[in-house]
Nanobody, 122 residues
Framework: QVQLVESGGGLVQPGGSLRLSCAASGSTFSIYHMGWFRQAPGKQRELVAAISSAGSTNYADSVMGRFTISRDNAKNTVNLQINSLKPEDTAVYYC????????????????WGQGTQVTVSS
């Protein structure tokens, strides 16, 4: 079992940047595939980026080139660097962990953090 705690959200102007972090408890963090999801009001939760236990990454088309996911297994953390923020990036961002293979689907993930709010507004 793993517990996840996100941090780093906040209010930022369009074009700005944030770095979200997710701290995981437990000694087996390195074998989990990790994902960052977001959910805006009235919308479904969607994957923005995922990183496998081996370090392979994939991104939603809407964030490609602006978001970067990374993991540090020694520190049990997964990070999401988000640049060139747009108002449509406003959402609660969640970190999640899975052993599953379909990393795009929220239903595949077993463990979730509580979320961190990102608001992009001038």
């Amino acid at each position: 079992q793993v517990q996840l705690v996100e941090s780093g959200g906040g209010l930022v102007q369009p074009g700005g940047s944030l770095r979200l972090s997710c701290a995981a408890s437990g000694s087996t963090f390195s074998i989990y595939h990790m994902g960052w999801f977001r959910q805006a009001p009235g919308k479904q939760r969607e994957l923005v980026a995922a990183i496998s236990s081996a370090g392979s990454t994939n991104y939603a088309d809407s964030v490609m080139g602006r978001f970067t996911i990374s993991r540090d297994n020694a520190k049990n953390t997964v990070n999401l660097q988000i640049n060139s923020l747009k108002p449509e990036d406003t959402a609660v961002y969640y970190c999640a962990a899975t052993f599953g293979l379909q990393l795009v689907y929220a239903s595949e993930y077993d463990y979730w953090g509580q979320g961190t709010q990102v608001t992009v507004s001038s």
